[in-house]
């Protein structure tokens, strides 16, 4: 049956694409108030989606459609740790961009190593540093309210701006390396200009699994 995708945003026709190429289930991380995991599971998938904000992830709960085979799980991007590899993750949104600088970036990075199965697939979308001399790592690009993560308070977040080359460098820190790079989610080759990056990594040749 061909895949139908009407009614879906660009990126969340973007990731359920991603998923229909994997047999085996779809790991969402930073998956918010559950836009993207559910539009993939909807598309017949088992998902399990990781979100660290709890007024997210109650929002997720309460927008989750009954038929939908989905995990809504609340724990930290930097060190949650499932029983169970994944043939696909995904961190759609930034969610990537929320990291405060390359620890919390390489530890979130290092969670999507140890998900992934053989041959698995990482896909994400971040905003980009299109200077052509990057800044340092974590450069901020804009700030939003976000409920702490664990508290009660609220306290202002920066989501974090990324050259390529800095990605680069992070994926290949945990094993991982970028194969496809995209400008758009309608698959347009990435440009130094651009503000967004659309990547699909996945393990590095050679590297112990």
Known sequence: MPLSLVGLDLASA????????????VLVLGSGDGRVAFAIANRGHRVVAVEPSPRMHATAGEKRPEAADVKLVHADLRTVRLDEKFGLVVAPQNALGLMGGPDELDAALATVRFHLGDDGVFAFDLRSDSDTNPQPLGRPAFAAHMRERGG??????????FSPNEVDLTLGRVGLEARERYGDFLLRPHE????LQVVIAGTKPGEPR
């Open 14 to 25: 973007f990731y359920v694409r991603q998923a229909g190429k994997q047999a085996m289930p």
């Open 192 to 195: 130094e200009t651009d503000a």
């Open 152 to 161: 009660q308070s609220a306290r202002r977040l920066r989501r974090r701006a």
